[in-house]
């Protein structure tokens, strides 16, 4: 059997080898590391393919392919959403990603990015805070205490310093679930009884729960002002959280316009809807807070450039270690051209 060479061996980071690497880097530390590969690509974000997802709906849930390339690298994520699923014992969330070397077309990397895409998406909210939250923040109401909670919570200790978490769920299971596993991490933690009771003395109310409607979890009397919200769980057409009325209010940021104004809270609102995107406050050219009684908004549905940095870390970090196997995944016959016979060679 003719053995594959290296250049056509892709590095597959499975779940057992991402939990490994997180303990081995530190998870605050990771997602600081990875907060600083997404502002990096936030910074050159003009020189990115950018489209929004490629979405496939069904009555109960969303599939989607996520797809960038700088130019040098090409990345894509699958990604499911299925608010039912925890129901049946699944994640709500799951993902993999792919990045490839845009000169040859070839993979350099296979990874799981479920427990990836919940650390991208927290250090990207906890990047969007420091430019965004009121100064000096350091206590949140989290409300929704799902899969992404505990990231999120964590993201804005490492990130900007959050001192006090304050959650809610309508499911008081997830709360204490949340609860349980922040103990020891050096952050207060509040369980709450009701979201009112959560946003008491909050700057930033992060709101991440999952169902497919247009819900309030955040109704417009419960935000006053200088708030900041951190707006993770209106990810789709037809599943929002906040009442428009608290957009109107507020100076709201996104990450994609086109794709966000189908996905986003802002879908509640017409469609010239102002909104200021996150790179030009990262690059300097708009502002971000702009005083202490402003409302400021981001509205993540989470895009595939956050993703593609995700994934351009765990290529650098992996370098050297043994977090990662190789894959027999692309063919690769002695003559580029002669598939055919490295197929009938096999027989023999
Ligand atoms: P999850 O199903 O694990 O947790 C969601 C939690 O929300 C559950 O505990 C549920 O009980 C709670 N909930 C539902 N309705 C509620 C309500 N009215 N009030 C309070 N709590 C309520 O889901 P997850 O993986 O934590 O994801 C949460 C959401 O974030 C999903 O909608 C997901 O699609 C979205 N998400 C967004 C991004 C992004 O980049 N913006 C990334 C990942 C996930």
């Known amino acids: 059997m003719t053995q594959p060479s290296d250049k056509a061996l892709v590095p597959f980071v499975s779940v057992d080898n991402m939990m490994r690497l997180i303990h081995h880097v530190g998870i605050e530390q990771m997602l600081q590391d990875l907060a600083g590969y997404v502002e990096e690509d936030f910074k050159r974000w003009e020189l990115f393919d950018k489209t929004p997802r490629v979405?496939?709906?069904?009555?109960?849930?969303?599939?989607?392919?996520?797809?960038?390339?700088?130019?040098?690298?090409?990345?894509?994520?699958?990604?499911?959403?299925?608010?039912?699923?925890?129901?049946?014992?699944?994640?709500?969330?799951?993902?993999?990603?792919?990045?490839?070397?845009?000169?040859?077309?070839?993979?350099?990397?296979?990874?799981?990015?479920?427990?990836?895409?919940?650390?991208?998406?927290?250090?990207?909210?906890?990047?969007?805070?420091?430019?965004?939250?009121?100064?000096?923040?350091?206590?949140m109401a989290m409300i929704g205490n799902g899969a992404q909670s505990e990231f999120q919570t964590l993201a804005m200790k490492a990130i900007i310093g959050l001192k006090s978490v304050r959650l809610y769920d309508t499911d008081s299971a997830a709360t204490e679930k949340c609860a349980r596993n922040l103990q020891g991490l050096g952050i207060e933690v509040v369980s709450c009884k009701t979201p009112e009771e959560a946003i008491e003395g909050a700057q930033i109310l992060t709101t991440c729960t999952a169902d497919k409607q247009y819900a309030t979890i955040l109704t417009?009397?419960?935000v006053g002002s200088g708030v900041h919200i951190n707006a993770i769980g209106g990810d789709c057409p037809g599943k929002t959280e906040l009442a428009a009325g608290i957009l109107s209010r507020s100076d709201v940021f996104v990450e994609y316009p086109?794709?966000?104004?189908?996905?986003?809270?802002?879908?509640?609102?017409?469609?010239?809807?102002?909104?200021?995107?996150?790179?030009?406050?990262?690059?300097?050219?708009?502002?971000?807070?702009?005083?202490?009684?402003?409302?400021?908004?981001?509205?993540?549905?989470?895009?595939?450039?956050?993703?593609?940095?995700?994934?351009?870390?765990?290529?650098?970090?992996?370098?050297?270690?043994?977090?990662?196997?190789?894959?027999?995944?692309?063919?690769?016959?002695?003559?580029?051209?002669?598939?055919?016979?490295?197929?009938?060679?096999?027989?023999?």
Request: no cysteine; charged share 25%; glycine share 8%.
């Open 55 to 139: 979405a496939s709906h069904s009555d109960v849930g969303v599939i989607e392919l996520m797809p960038t390339s700088d130019g040098e690298a090409y990345g894509f994520k699958y990604v499911n959403g299925h608010p039912k699923n925890t129901t049946e014992g699944l994640q709500t969330v799951t993902a993999f990603g792919l990045l490839a070397d845009v000169y040859t077309g070839y993979p350099v990397l296979l990874t799981e990015m479920t427990i990836l895409t919940a650390l991208r998406t927290a250090a990207t909210s906890a990047m969007a805070a420091k430019y965004l939250a009121p100064k000096g923040a350091d206590t």
């Open 258 to 348: 086109p794709q966000t104004r189908i996905e986003g809270e802002i879908q509640q609102m017409p469609e010239d809807f102002a909104v200021t995107e996150l790179w030009e406050v990262i690059t300097g050219q708009k502002q971000g807070r702009s005083g202490d009684r402003q409302i400021t908004l981001f509205d993540s549905v989470g895009f595939a450039i956050e993703d593609f940095s995700a994934l351009r870390y765990i290529r650098d970090r992996i370098k050297g270690t043994d977090y990662f196997i190789d894959l027999d995944m692309l063919a690769d016959p002695d003559d580029p051209r002669d598939l055919f016979g490295m197929l009938q060679r096999a027989k023999a």
């Open 220 to 222: 417009d009397n419960m």
